[in-house]
Structure formats: C-alpha cells, structure tokens
C-alpha cells in the first residue's frame, strides 16, 4: 500500500492507495503544536478501525504548502509506518512541464494537482482548487504550465468579514435564494457566496481567454468546490480526491529509478 498525504494550510489529508485504486482517506486539522505520537497514533487507528494494517503501507509520500510541521510529521511517518517519506520539491520532481519562464516554484500541490488533471482529464485545462486560498492554475494543449492566480479562499473571506464587522454574525457558507434579501444572514451570503461565485467565473473566462481555448475544461478541486461548481456552468468537474491522485501518479513514476 501507499500512503499519500496532502499537508494544506488547514487539514492534512491522508490517503491510502491499494495500486490505483484509493482505499480511503482521512483528516487531521493542521497543528504545529501536535507531537509526532498524536499523528502517528491517529494515522494508525484509522487503519485498525478499518482493518487495515500499518505494517502494509511500502512507502509514503506527501506534499506539504507548511514547512513548519514537516518535521514532526516525518518522524511520526518513519516512527509508526517505518518508512522514510519521499516530499514533492524535497528530491522529488512533480514533473510538470513549465511553458512559461520564471524563478519561482510553483506550490508542491499545486503541482501533483495538474499532473493529476493532465492524465485524468486531459489538456488544455483549467484546475481549481477550493481551499484556505483558492488558486487557478491553467494547462495548454501541450500539457504545460502556462500561470495562474491565488485569492483569498470562501471561509478566509468570509471570517474577514465577520471578524472585522462587530455586528455581523458568522453564517453559513450556502447559497441564498436571491441577490436581494431581507436578513443580515441573507445579505451576508448573498454577498460572499454569490460574490465569490462570480468572481471565480470572471477568472476562468480570463484565464480561457489567455489560452486561446474559450471551451478549456475546468476541474475544481478542495473543501470547497461543490459549493461554488454547484452554482457555476463553468466547472465541468468535481474531483476531491485530485491532489492525492496526483501524488499516487508521482510516485508511480519515481518508484522505478529508486
């Protein structure tokens, strides 16, 4: 087995592969405070809860946007899975063609994100990920890295807002019946949902406008995604799963050379 793990500004998610097929996946919120132990033992009862064995897992692999837990999260993989984690950008190519230059790396899974698209879904396309940032990312007809763009995602925005305005109240992230409402809850949506939800349509017309590919596929992944793909035409795709099976695709890769 493999164990893929996709370290996010908020979650860490966990997913554990049998070949190509992905056996299940779990979550634990991202704290730099947690010991190696707590990752270790929580990693290890979801695989007794579901009759999985650690001792199983062959090797590990992850990509992190969150340096500062790396440390304590390879020595809770090497404690209780007994395996030295392979890192994307740490020794580990992703193996996204670039067709733009520039210094700057593109983010480990941001990366496994559109190699996975590419083989799942095929280019040109636009990939989405709806997370503690939202990013756009675009491929063109060759399968290359041609830019993208980062905002503040929904929950961030949102919490601004609500942080910042004393007499707003928290609400939850739906979308309202209409633009024009009677309740501070409704306004609030109204605004930050449907808000978001256009602002993230004018960034994929840009971006397909700049590919030259005015049908370019869109695929939309993170906590997030069904929200806003639910209320938009321009997502043709929701893969949750993406960022992991892009990482299962690395690895597959890599495994032969080493």
Do not use: W
């Amino acid at each position: 087995m493999l164990l893929a793990i996709d370290v996010g500004n908020t979650n860490i998610c966990f997913g554990i592969y049998e070949g190509a097929e992905l056996l299940g996946t779990f979550r634990l919120k991202t704290d730099p405070d947690r010991t190696s132990d707590e990752i270790g033992l929580f990693a290890c009862e979801y695989f007794r809860r579901f009759d999985l064995s650690p001792e199983a897992v062959e090797d590990v692999i992850i990509a992190s946007v969150v340096p500062h837990v790396m440390y304590t999260l390879t020595n809770a993989v090497m404690k209780y899975f007994g395996r030295r984690p392979m890192i994307i950008d740490d020794g580990v190519d992703p193996g996204l063609a670039m067709g733009v230059s520039g210094d700057e790396r593109l983010g480990p899974d941001r990366s496994v994100a559109c190699v996975a698209a590419i083989e799942k879904y095929h280019a040109p396309c636009i990939v989405l990920d709806f997370g503690t940032a939202t990013t756009l990312d675009a491929l063109n007809a060759k399968g290359e890295y041609m830019g993208g763009c980062i905002t503040a995602g929904l929950r961030v925005s949102a919490d601004a807002l609500t942080g910042r305005a004393s007499l707003l109240p928290r609400v939850e992230l739906a979308r309202p019946e209409k633009v024009l409402n009677t309740t501070a809850v409704g306004h609030i949506q109204a605004g930050i949902v449907l808000g978001y939800i256009g602002a993230t349509e004018h960034l994929v017309r840009l971006a397909r406008e700049e590919l030259g590919v005015p049908d370019c596929k869109v695929i939309a992944t993170g906590g997030l995604a069904r929200l806003v793909a639910d209320n938009s035409e321009l997502i043709q795709v929701v893969d949750r799963d993406l960022v992991l099976d892009g990482l299962r695709m690395v690895y597959q890769r890599e495994k032969g050379p080493r």
